[in-house]
């Protein structure tokens, strides 16, 4: 999730929510967050919903705690936009090179570079204004997960695996989760946090293939250049450990017949992606990798249901 779109050029308009009413002096800036692209931050934020819920079946609770989903649902935007901001400070040279992403604020000389940085440390002191509100645990857990974040932007210089720093990344929210719940981390919650990671590297491959071949001639690495022809058993792969780590987690948490169903239905999700893909059609590989949204939308419902379930103690 390292592609973006620029701010003012009428081309690039997409009439998203921040072309039709942001304000023009606001809008480089809400792109360099990437708030017309809010997949990104759906995708941070529900292994953070997942843990917080399979906590609630672990406790045997009525429901999620809806304090803790709305404090990170507001810490995913934050984190997410600063997340974005960063690799694009890193990136603005690369970005400047590849067509789909030279128009991004900064290669485009929308947003300068001191200005980035401003932007930056003002949505991270949001991050830490929601991390604060945790416990002392799960604050420290949060602060843990910073040198990933930061050294995302990198790997893919070095590594053909780059989504697996993405994976550590993107899946810390099911460490943060049960954390903030606990105050500590149990097995549930580390494998629920490996079956996550492994959900990252497949759908971010198969959004890696729309970039494969500008990514080729400049010399970045990922997992779709890796993985060429033989992407689909690869993902099937990925995703199926993804769901096998997960009903691992659940199990260890004591869910039962709704998680499963919830857990089956994000299964067939998968495979469904796995059936239609196309990794020479660029669109189809955008709208399988947003629809991620989905199958982590039916997981979390399984788990609310399963902890709405529960007889009260």
Same mark, same amino acid.
């Given at each position: 999730m390292t592609r973006g779109r620029p701010a003012e050029p009428v081309a690039d308009s997409t009439g998203n929510w921040v072309d039709r009413g942001a304000p023009a002096w606001a809008r480089p800036y809400l792109r360099l967050a990437r708030a017309d692209r809010p997949i990104g931050t759906w995708l941070l934020l529900l292994p953070c919903w997942w843990s917080t819920a399979l906590a609630a079946v672990a406790a045997g609770g009525r429901a999620p705690d809806l304090r803790l989903l709305v404090l990170f649902a507001i810490g995913a935007i934050a984190m997410r936009g600063a997340g974005c901001t960063w690799n694009d400070i890193l990136d603005r040279d690369l970005d400047a090179r590849v067509e789909r992403t030279r128009s991004r604020p900064i290669p485009s000389g929308q947003v300068s570079l001191p200005a980035a940085f401003a932007f930056l440390l003002a949505l991270a002191l949001v991050g830490l204004a929601v991390l604060v509100q945790l416990n002392s645990f799960a604050i420290a857990t949060g602060i843990a997960s910073l040198a990933i974040v930061a050294l995302y932007p990198l790997a893919k210089r070095v590594t053909d695996w780059p989504q697996i720093v993405l994976g550590l990344?993107? =899946?810390w929210g099911a460490l943060i989760g049960w954390a903030?719940?606990?105050g500590r981390l149990d097995p549930a919650a580390l494998v629920l946090y490996a079956g996550s990671i492994l959900w990252v590297i497949g759908y971010d491959t198969i959004y890696a293939h729309q970039d494969r071949d500008d990514d080729a001639i400049i010399g970045v690495r990922s997992t779709a250049r890796l993985f060429g022809a033989r992407t689909r058993p690869a993902i099937a792969a990925f995703y199926a450990g993804a769901v096998v780590l997960i009903g691992v987690a659940g199990y260890l948490a004591g869910g039962k017949w709704?998680?499963?169903l919830g857990l089956a239905a994000f299964a067939a999700h998968l495979a469904w992606q796995v059936r239609k893909l196309d990794i020479?059609?660029?669109?189809?590989?955008?709208?399988?990798?947003? =629809?991620?949204r989905d199958a982590g939308l039916l997981l979390f419902a399984?788990?609310?249901?399963?902890a709405a379930l529960i007889p009260a103690r």
């Open positions: 990344a993107f =899946s903030a719940v606990f709704m998680f499963a020479d059609d660029p669109e189809l590989c955008l709208k399988l990798f947003r =629809s991620n399984g788990l609310v249901l399963e």
